[in-house]
Every structure is written in structure tokens, then in C-alpha cells.
Nanobody, 124 residues
Framework: QVQLVESGGGMVQAGGSLRLSCAAS????????MGWFRQAPGKEREFVAA????????WYADSVKGRFTIDRDNAKNTVYLQMDSLNPEDTAVYYC?????????????????WGQGTQDTVSS
């Protein structure tokens, strides 16, 4: 079993930045690819970014490519999402997820463990 706890969400103006963290506890962290997903009001949950267990490979949704960066510190069992150039369309609840295998994937049903979510609001 893996427990995930997100932090770092909040409110920011358009053009600003936020950095999300997700601390994992449980089994060997490098065995898990990690992903970030988000869900805006009235919309389905969507993929944002994922990173392999080693941290060498990452994958981004087109909507965030060039603005968001995912990375991980395996010594701290933590994955991060740096979000820059934020716009109101990025407003959502952001979820951290762990995939019980080390390669990047983008479908939410492929992930086995989920955090509680953190609200990020971008005002215009």
C-alpha cells in the first residue's frame, strides 16, 4: 500500500507560479511511476504529467507542455509539479497518483494509488 499526500496548492494570479509536492510512504518509491492529474469543475479528470520511476523519462499533456515541469527526488520519496505561466484554465483540483510499475503512462485507470487532491485557483 502507498499513501500519497499533496501540498503546495493555493491561489495565484494569472502569469504566476505554484509548486506542488507529493510525499509518498509505503514501498520502494522507484518501483512506481508517478503522475499528476487534475479535475476542473464540471469536467472529467485529465492527465497533466507523468515521470518514470528512475526520473529519466517524463510526459506532458499538450496543454501544459513548456509551462509545467514534473520531477522527483527518490531519496525523499517525493514528486513535484512546478507550474509556471499559469492561466485561469489551469484552475482545478490537482491529484498525485502512483502507478504500480516504473514506466510513464497517461491514463488515470492505470494508476493504483491516489492522493486526496489539492485545490489550485488562478485568477485573471
Amino acid at each position: 500500500q502507498v499513501q500519497l499526500v499533496e501540498s503546495g496548492g493555493g491561489m495565484v494570479q494569472a502569469g504566476g507560479s505554484l509548486r506542488l509536492s507529493c510525499a509518498a510512504s509505503g514501498r520502494t518509491f522507484t518501483n512506481y511511476a508517478m503522475g499528476w492529474f487534475r479535475q476542473a469543475p464540471g469536467k472529467e479528470r485529465e492527465f497533466v504529467a507523468a515521470i518514470s520511476g528512475s526520473g529519466r523519462n517524463s510526459w506532458y499533456a499538450d496543454s501544459v507542455k513548456g509551462r509545467f515541469t514534473i520531477d522527483r527526488d527518490n531519496a525523499k520519496n517525493t514528486v513535484y509539479l512546478q507550474m509556471d505561466s499559469l492561466n485561469p484554465e489551469d484552475t482545478a483540483v490537482y491529484y498525485c497518483a502512483a502507478d504500480n510499475q516504473p514506466y510513464v503512462r497517461s491514463r488515470d485507470y492505470q494508476y493504483d494509488y491516489w492522493g486526496q487532491g489539492t485545490q489550485d485557483t488562478v485568477s485573471s
